[in-house]
């Protein structure tokens, strides 16, 4: 209600880009799905399989929303200190939170399975009775899945308590599961890349893999049972689906309602203290300032996943899609088209591994916004707002800059590209990533108070122009000009249009700071 | 006033205009304030005072006049101004994923304190505000509203500073700790050290500043010594109020 403009627009944004992505995944999830059952549905046995697997896929992954779920709605320290103070009894309270888990839940299992089931209906020509049953799905596996949840979500929220507290444990766990997350991608992409690229399904999925299907499904305990139930119609199965999942379910009742109790009544009231004694260390004033930036980007667990390990993963990453993008431009009839512009894939090259620095340091260009209510200590201590803001950029540019480095040397080790244009694909990519990053700064510097930022500057210099210069680089690649004088000209090119914002801006930052209004 | 004359100022506000586009917030604000004074500084909300202090620490840009502390322009010589003075916001302003100890190692390192320095003033500011050592191990996003101002209050006095700005520093302190902050600043100024306190707690201010300013629609509209017209102290909250538009 009393949320300001810019605030509601923030919200109806992230609202719809939630939206889209969650559509965007659904949709992808039974395209893949509808791609698979085709070519597998004239194999006996094996739809009922494949269909089975992959509701078991989906309750894994309700699983852990669950658990996420579950523990934001048990263990939210706020919302048990607002309700110790009403006549609330607790069980009333798990009882509500078990309600809103419920409803949440089946929207989103509805959602992630009713087009499974639609897309198996119609390809099997199943009857009305099998689309109606379907409704229930989400249902009857909410049982399951939200009494895994409900086991597992106060260890879960343990192993956050503990992660938060041990920074270096959790920087490390960050990295494995984006590793983890990296693997399956890449896992991923090389089925779809052998998919698409090689038209290689029937090797995928032949009888021995169909087979392993078969012998996998039988050890997806219970909701092989639920899936029978619905897909294949076996009543008796579902009698064991209702024992296991109900086991499991009052089981996760139990264990909750006694660590909700715990938490609620014991562990929420402990404070932890150490009698550690402190070496205090002092140091200059720029080295101070740069331990802060390094803190702060490296204790924020919102820097953790949008920037500092995804720096860590940025060689991976890149080689993933850089080498799979390469394998699709030099096979069939692209190789034979690209074999009129000689430096096309080069030029391709070079604008990944520049999108992919700019869209990683992205998680860091937010200099001041980060700062928030901080920026009146930023002016008002003793060092010079210009040294301030250059230390403040520099530090994530630094390691934007050695990830960068390691990932083309990464790419030309396993050549992916060529070490003839290693120097000239990191020169141009840390001149677009330095301009960024300044550009960044300006941008946020020119923001007013309760203004959002504008994109603009920030988008025409890392995006539009790179863009801009491969296209361009591309017509001429066309008429047989040579790769380096390409090359040549993206220096000069990306110098010449930096040069005028690099002369004036730091005549101009220390003022700019000042007229930035600093919100109270 | 002929004492006044004597004593070194040690802040100085000459027709400081401010204001936010088309409105007008400090309409001229003029203000000596000496070497050794607890100076309070009051007003209705919304009449500039916190917009006087944040041009006095350098946070804001001004449209007209000029501000010295300690004899250095906070435009012409902001390092050398910011160097004289300690500040505490009215909203604590820390580095909540810092511990205590980060935050103040940070401060100490920014303004140079030496070793020495800092080791009495950290153990003295601690007793004072009742600070358990323990939980300067902790990130500062762990603290509740008052200790992240008794930190901001014990960053602020590290370096020693000659003068003291303090922005409503008793909101969301307990008795205890408003007593501690209180007693402080008198034996801040007792050290030959200026305070200039900002507070909607008119009877904190009666009680222990030297002289008053009142505010009101961006100009200073009086100015008193209560240490030389004792009455004026008891009437203080009266006197506000007519002027600020309070009683009829």
């Known amino acids: 209600m009393f949320a300001s403009e810019s605030n509601i627009k923030k919200r ?72 110790t103070i009403h006549p609330v009894k607790s069980n009333q309270i798990i009882l509500s939170k078990i309600i809103m888990l419920f409803f949440s839940q089946y929207v989103l299992g509805f959602s992630f399975t009713f087009p499974l089931f639609v897309a ?10 099998f689309f109606y049953l379907a409704l229930f799905y989400p249902m009857l596996s909410f049982i399951f899945e939200v009494g895994l949840a409900l086991l597992l979500v106060y260890p879960f929220h343990l192993c956050i308590d503990f992660l938060k507290k041990h920074l270096v444990i959790q920087f490390i766990v960050s990295v ?91 562990n929420i009231q402990k404070r932890v203290k150490t009698n550690k004694v402190h070496k205090f ?27 500092t390990g995804l720096l860590i993963m940025q060689p991976f990453l890149m080689y993933l899609v850089i080498s799979s993008m390469n394998t699709i431009f030099t096979t069939g009839l692209f190789a034979y088209y690209l074999s009129f512009m000689p430096s096309f894939l080069p030029m391709i090259d070079l604008l990944l591994i520049i999108l992919f620095s700019l869209i990683i340091s992205q998680g860091a260009n937010r200099f ?16 010079r707002f210009k040294r301030q803001l250059y230390v403040k950029t520099f530090i994530p540019f630094m ?97 010449l249009v930096g040069l005028p914002f690099i002369i004036t801006f730091p005549r101009k930052v220390d003022e700019l700071f000042l007229k930035m209004e600093v919100v109270n | 006033m002929e004492e006044n004359t004597e004593r070194k100022i040690a802040i100085e506000i000459k027709d400081l205009h401010k204001s936010y586009g088309n409105k007008d917030v400090l309409l001229g604000i003029n203000l000596e304030i000496y070497q050794g004074e607890l100076f309070g500084f009051i007003g209705r909300n919304g009449v500039g005072k916190s917009t006087t202090i944040d041009c006095m620490v350098g946070s804001k840009q001004f449209n007209e006049g000029s501000i010295l502390l300690n004899g250095y322009d906070i435009l012409k010589e902001p390092i050398e101004a910011k160097k004289c003075f300690g500040y505490v916001a009215s909203e604590p302003n820390c580095y909540e994923v810092m511990t205590g100890y980060d935050f103040l190692e940070f401060i100490a390192s920014i303004y140079q304190v030496d070793e020495q320095t800092f080791s009495q003033n950290y153990h003295f500011l601690l007793k004072k505000l009742n600070f358990l050592e323990s939980d300067l191990n902790l990130p500062i996003s762990t ?41 402080m600043m008198l034996e801040y100024a007792r050290h030959q050290k ?44 009266r006197i506000f109020l007519e002027l600020c538009g309070g009683l009829d």
């Open chain 1, 12 to 83: 109806v944004v992230s609202i719809l880009f939630s939206v889209f992505i969650f559509i965007a995944f659904v949709f992808v999830e039974t395209f893949v799905f509808i791609t698979i059952i085709q070519k597998i549905k004239n194999h006996q046995n094996a739809p009922s399989t494949f269909m089975s697997i992959f509701l078991s896929i989906v309750s894994a992954i309700m699983v852990l929303l669950a658990i996420m779920q579950a523990r934001k709605l048990f263990f939210n320290k706020k919302d048990i200190e607002q309700l």
């Open chain 1, 120 to 129: 198996y209906g119609v390809i099997f020509h199943k009857f009305a009775s």
């Open chain 1, 176 to 266: 494995v599961i984006i590793l983890g997350f990296c693997i399956i991608y890449g896992a991923a992409l090389n089925i779809f890349m052998n998919l698409v690229a090689k038209n290689q399904i029937d090797q995928i999925l032949n009888v021995t893999s169909i087979d392993k299907l078969i012998a996998i499904k039988k050890w997806l305990i219970p909701m092989n049972f639920l899936a029978d139930l619905f897909i294949l119609g076996q009543p008796l199965k579902f009698v064991f689906y209702l024992l296991v999942a109900l086991g499991v379910f009052t089981l996760g009742l139990s264990v909750c309602l006694v660590s909700y109790n715990y938490f609620r009544n014991v």
């Open chain 1, 281 to 307: 260390r002092f140091s200059k004033p720029t080295t101070a300032l740069i331990k802060k930036e390094t803190i702060l980007l490296f204790k924020n667990s919102n820097y953790i996943f949008s920037f």
């Open chain 1, 368 to 383: 001041l916004e980060s700062e928030n209510k901080n920026v009146r200590l930023m002016k008002t201590i003793p060092v």
């Open chain 1, 399 to 495: 390691f934007s800059v050695v990830s960068l480095l390691i990932s083309v040397l990464v790419l030309c080790i396993s050549k992916v590209v060529s070490f003839k244009y290693f120097a000239f694909d990191l020169i141009i990519s840390m001149i677009v990533l330095f301009m960024y990053t300044y550009v960044s700064l300006y941008e946020e510097l020119k923001t007013k108070k309760d203004h959002q930022r504008n994109y603009l500057l920030s988008s025409l210099y890392g995006y539009v122009l790179p863009l801009i210069y491969i296209i361009v680089m591309i017509v001429l690649s066309y008429f047989r000009v040579s790769i380096y004088v390409l090359y040549g000209i993206g220096l000069s090119f990306f110098i």
């Open chain 2, 143 to 183: 603290y509740s509203h008052g200790m992240k101002q008794k930190i901001c209050l014990m960053s602020s006095l590290l370096h020693n500073p000659d003068i003291w700005i303090l922005d409503e520093p008793t909101v969301g302190l307990d008795i205890m700790a408003v007593e501690a902050v209180k007693s």
């Open chain 2, 194 to 237: 200026t305070v200039f306190v900002t507070s909607h707690n008119i009877e904190l201010v009666a009680k222990i500043c030297d002289r008053v300013a009142i505010i009101n629609k961006g100009v200073v509209v009086a100015l008193f010594d209560l240490n030389k017209d004792p009455n004026k102290r008891l009437q203080l909250e």
